[in-house]
Nanobody
Framework: VQLQASGGGVVQPGDSLRLSCAASEHTYSFYIMGWFRQAPGKGRVFVGSISTGGGNTVIADAVKGRFTVSIDNAKNTFYLQMNSVRPEDTAVYYC???????????????WGQGTLVTVSS
């Protein structure tokens, strides 16, 4: 399985940006697809996720109201729409996907290579 993240770049505060993550398998083969980010010198943190079946989303408090996650199952691609970006959103953004593996905590099985987003004036 390969996940290809794209769409990063340099933007100014207040701008919008959309990240894409293309999967090499049909998105329905996964249970949840998510976005994480890692700022310079910090650990990787959860940003948002979406279930491939029902389209239910979970968004981290730090970006709630500004970021949304969506999916296009026909294109095997899911997205992170970033609005009103701030300098603190600067990070490498990673996409991930996981399958339903039975009882117990959900875990991601596959990770993309990351795409850098820099928010700077």
């Amino acid at each position: 399985v390969q996940l290809q993240a794209s769409g990063g770049g340099v933007v100014q505060p207040g701008d919008s940006l959309r990240l894409s993550c293309a999967a090499s398998e049909h998105t329905y083969s996964f249970y949840i697809m998510g976005w994480f980010r890692q700022a310079p010198g910090k650990g990787r943190v959860f940003v948002g996720s979406i279930s491939t079946g029902g389209g239910n989303t979970v968004i981290a408090d730090a970006v709630k109201g500004r970021f949304t996650v969506s999916i296009d199952n026909a294109k095997n691609t899911f997205y992170l729409q970033m609005n009103s970006v701030r300098p603190e959103d600067t990070a490498v953004y990673y996409c991930a996907a996981g399958r339903l593996k039975g009882p117990g905590p959900f875990t991601y099985d596959y990770w993309g290579q990351g795409t850098l987003v820099t928010v700077s004036s």
